[in-house]
């Protein structure tokens, strides 16, 4: 157990070790506890406004129940109070989650821009935490098979009709015979295999999390804890905030220029919206560009873990890494970090520093492993 968000977390349960962890997942499906992520409900006139003031994301065009991933900006230099997935429930109906580790910050940003929203005279909103919720994240090529025998309407195509990025409420069965009340279940996750995340109300958290196990049955579902969950996101190529991004990042150098929507970077007015749109054009172009980026790297020797230097062959440094790791499922060293610009093209050779020894490294693009999201066509499990 370690201490991580305000919680103590398992790094990895009894029975698998990390990497067997790891594999299981890709393999099977693991069970993920991730209750201490913090969950937020924003409605009212109001609430699509205020998101498009703090983030880059084009939120009209969602239709209900789809999402997104955005950042939460900071005004004036674009850098990243923290990354989300954003849900549009309905119209002014927003469903998003945020980073247990910048749970004060964020809880402290969200407060202090409600509130100038309103003295601004703006549309109201309501902004709920939902404190005590569970949030469990079943991940891994059996979860579509695990999850159906827990839904009340069983309805044959209703998980092969929830494509990635969409979420549902529905109702669960209970080991009591009973059901729950609705629970709100998105596809997707952070391992890169198909999956969902579940939002459950406190006083089903408990239940179902055991029904799901018994269910399941410890030969396809087990638990998995931090060791896992960490190197299977750097497997996906997802980032992990305050390694990965932070307060003096913004999307652009971040690798998330995606993120900013068509429409975001015509009109602009969202939190540093000056500093972004000018660093999406090159000097050439008029704009600013950026003096770093995020990039994947694979390397040899040692792993490179965080704060190793990445440097080019004649030694002269470029960047560093942010989050490093041996790929359990390539069995190479994959790592994430930020290199200097002009050095950022897939295949170009650089090398990284591990205790004052140099080891050849290459550029490489993320994902390392390809995503399993379920899109539609071949069956899902």
């Given amino acids: 157990m370690v201490p991580f968000g305000g919680y103590s977390m398992p790094v990895l349960y009894e029975d698998l070790g990390v990497r067997e962890s790891h594999m299981w997942t890709r393999e099977k499906a693991s069970l993920f506890d991730v209750s201490h992520m913090v969950q937020h409900y924003l409605k009212g006139p109001g609430a699509q406004g205020l998101l498009s003031k703090?983030?880059?994301?084009?939120?009209e065009p969602l239709e209900n129940h789809q999402s997104t991933l955005s950042c939460f900006l900071h005004p004036g230099t674009g850098g990243i109070v923290d990354d989300s997935i954003i849900t549009k429930l309905a119209p002014q109906s927003y469903y998003f989650v945020t980073n247990a580790a910048c749970r004060d910050k964020d809880l402290k940003y969200l407060a202090d821009n409600i509130e100038q929203w309103r003295r601004d005279g703006n549309p109201e909103v309501e902004w709920q935490v939902l404190d005590g919720h569970g949030l469990i994240a079943l991940q891994g090529p059996l979860a579509p098979q695990l999850l159906e025998p827990l839904l009340v309407d069983m309805k044959e195509d209703t998980l092969r009709q929830?494509?990635?990025?969409?979420?549902?409420?529905?109702?669960?069965?209970?080991?009591?015979?009973?059901?729950?009340?609705?629970?709100?279940?998105?596809?997707?996750?952070?391992?890169?295999?198909?999956?969902?995340?579940?939002?459950?109300?406190?006083?089903?958290t408990r239940e179902v999390t055991e029904f799901l196990l018994t269910l399941s049955g410890n030969d396809r579902l087990r638990l998995a804890g931090l060791g896992a969950r960490d190197s299977l996101r750097l497997e996906a190529g997802m980032c992990l905030y305050g390694h990965d991004l932070d307060d003096t990042t913004t999307p652009v150098e971040g690798g998330l220029s995606w993120v900013i929507g068509k429409d975001r970077r015509a009109d602009g007015g969202f939190n540093g919206s000056e500093v972004v749109l000018q660093q999406l054009k090159p000097k050439k172009d008029g704009g600013t560009g950026v003096a770093r980026r995020r990039i994947g790297l694979m390397s040899e020797g040692r792993p490179a873990r965080e704060g190793a230097e990445i440097v080019s062959p004649e030694g002269e440094k470029l960047g560093t890494i942010t989050s490093g790791c041996p790929s359990p499922s390539l069995q190479k060293n994959i790592a994430m970090g930020y290199i200097?610009?002009?050095?950022?093209?897939?295949?170009?050779?650089?090398?990284?520093?591990v205790r004052g020894k140099k080891h050849k490294a290459t550029v490489t693009k993320m994902p390392?492993?390809?995503?399993?999201?379920?899109?539609?066509?071949?069956s899902p499990g």
Avoid: C, H, M
């Avoid at 703090?54 to 939120?59: G, K, M």
């Avoid at 069965?173 to 406190?202: K, N, W």
């Avoid at 492993?369 to 539609?376: A, H, M, N, R």
């Fill in 54 to 59: 703090l983030t880059p994301a084009s939120l």
């Fill in 340 to 353: 200097k610009t002009g050095f950022q093209k897939s295949g170009t050779e650089v090398a990284v520093v």
């Fill in 368 to 378: 390392f492993v390809p995503s399993k999201y379920w899109k539609g066509g071949a």
């Fill in 162 to 204: 929830l494509y990635f990025g969409q979420s549902k409420f529905v109702k669960l069965r209970t080991q009591s015979g009973g059901e729950t009340a609705p629970v709100l279940i998105s596809r997707g996750g952070y391992t890169g295999e198909d999956g969902f995340e579940i939002s459950i109300p406190p006083e089903n």
